[in-house]
């Protein structure tokens, strides 16, 4: 199973809008729409999910974070961007082997 | 309130052998899948396996299939994780998660360390 790519950072001002890509193949990505995003703010704390099956937003969480997905690309946007977005995201995919897999992490940082 | 609870994590040899146990609670267990995601210092999480409602599917990682066992025992409402010829690429919080999605939760992990 190969990770899936991001790029390593993005920035962007408060109130900017920045986006995520996740970039894998038709065997994981493009094979079905159970892509999900995880927020994780410092070195050690439990990953947030902040994005399920592609375009689906946990309760409670902000509605500034959408994502979406083409092809074998997943994208997590977060709009109107604020200081404590900063953090490190990663992208999960399930697979045609019936297995997951992550992506290599993208660190956002909020000018 | 849904609690995981990882532990049987610790400092052994390669080679060595390990048993990770996840006890769930405030949930009704048997109802998810279950899974394991590990996080190495430095890296970003890598999902380990995960395992169906009542054990009888699970799959695997390339890296930990054929040394890693999952199963789980939904009276004692636990998942375990049996880690076999651990290597030093192994060494990672090792984390309980269910579902993977819309009922997301994760445990709190547990430390396991493989070095000679």
Redesign the interface.
Known sequence: QSTLTQPVSVSGSPGQSISISCTGTSSDVGNNNFVSWYQQRFPGEVPKLVIYDVDNRPSGVSNRFSGSKSGNTASLTISGLQAEDEADYYCTSFTSSRTHVFGSGTKVTVL | EVQLVESGGGVVQPGGSLRLSCAASGFTFGNFWM?WVRQGP?K????VS?INEDGAIS????SVKGRFTISRDNAENTVYLQMNSLRVEDTA?Y?CVRD???Y?H????TQVTVSS
């Open positions: 899974h430095g970003g999480p890598m999902w995960r799959t695997y990682a390339d919080v984390y993977f999605r819309i997301d994760w445990g709190q992990g």
